[in-house]
Each structure stands twice: as structure tokens, then as C-alpha cells.
């Protein structure tokens, strides 16, 4: 699959290691048989994610299942020279991919899916309570008090 340019840009400046002309690193996070998706980061990102694990006490639950999902069901890989991420067939078969993709921003990470997994699970769990409503326009929990 084909990785935007501007976010291979993101990926170069996040890898301490890169250097013009070599591939930038990223990792993918594939987890368990409940993730339907696969979860992308920068070097960055996932130091940032492995600094926060390690605050955690150690052999607490929380800790061992995070260490689990970002450490354990990972893999590193890198963009090639086409600005291509070649996946393993493992993890295409994990989630579904045959001959589309989608690809879900999400900030500093993005995510891979399956075209129609992502489209029955984009709002799944996301049940109306108190402080949200699905029906209606999301862009409308972007209002708040924040200075211009």
C-alpha cells in the first residue's frame, strides 16, 4: 500500500535514525484477534507509548496488557524506496485485506482496515450517554471555551 507523502515526511522526521535517503521505520501494532485493524506509529510515537508503559508498576495487569499490545503484537518495519509499506501476509490475512484499503488518520498514528470492517465498526461503541450523542454531527464536541 502506498503511504502519503506528507505523512513519510512525518515519518522520516519522527525516526532519530533517519538519514536522506534511507527508509524511514515505523511500527505496526497488529494486537490480538479483537483488533480489526492495524495500528501505525512513528519511532516517536511508540517511544512515547513505551515511556508511558514503563511509569506503570511493574507486573500490574494494565502494565502486562499494555506490553502485550504495543510490545509483544508489534512488528517494526520500514517505508521502501517507492514510498510503499509492504505488509506481511499474516497480517493482511488478520484483517481482512484483499484487494482494498482504508486508512484512518488519527494524528500522530494512522490505522489500516479493511474497507468494509472500518465501515461497520467507525461508530461501533459509541452508544449514546450523558455527554455524547452519535446521531448527531461530531464535529459539534469541538466547541468549548478555548482562546482564538
Excluded: H
Excluded at 120 to 129: C, N, R, S, T, W
Amino acid at each position: 500500500m502506498s503511504i502519503p507523502a506528507p505523512f513519510r515526511r512525518v515519518l522520516e522526521a519522527c525516526d532519530p535514525e533517519w538519514k536522506s535517503g534511507d527508509a524511514p521505520r515505523l511500527i505496526v501494532v497488529y494486537g490480538d484477534k479483537r483488533r480489526k485493524f492495524l495500528e501505525c506509529f512513528s519511532v516517536e510515537a511508540m517511544d512515547s507509548v513505551e515511556r508511558k508503559i514503563a511509569k506503570l508498576p511493574r507486573g500490574s495487569k494494565k502494565r502486562k496488557a499494555l506490553q502485550r499490545l504495543y510490545l509483544t503484537q508489534s512488528i517494526e518495519t520500514t517505508i521502501d524506496e517507492t514510498g510503499r509499506l509492504v505488509l506481511p501476509k499474516a497480517l493482511r490475512e488478520k484483517i481482512g485485506l484483499e484487494s482494498g484499503v482504508m486508512c484512518a488518520g488519527n494524528g500522530d498514528t494512522f490505522e489500516i482496515w479493511n474497507p468494509d470492517t472500518y465501515e461497520e465498526e467507525i461508530y461501533a461503541g459509541l452508544e449514546e450517554d450523558e455527554d455524547f450523542d452519535p446521531d448527531v454531527d461530531p464535529s459539534e464536541y469541538l466547541e468549548g471555551d478555548e482562546e482564538d
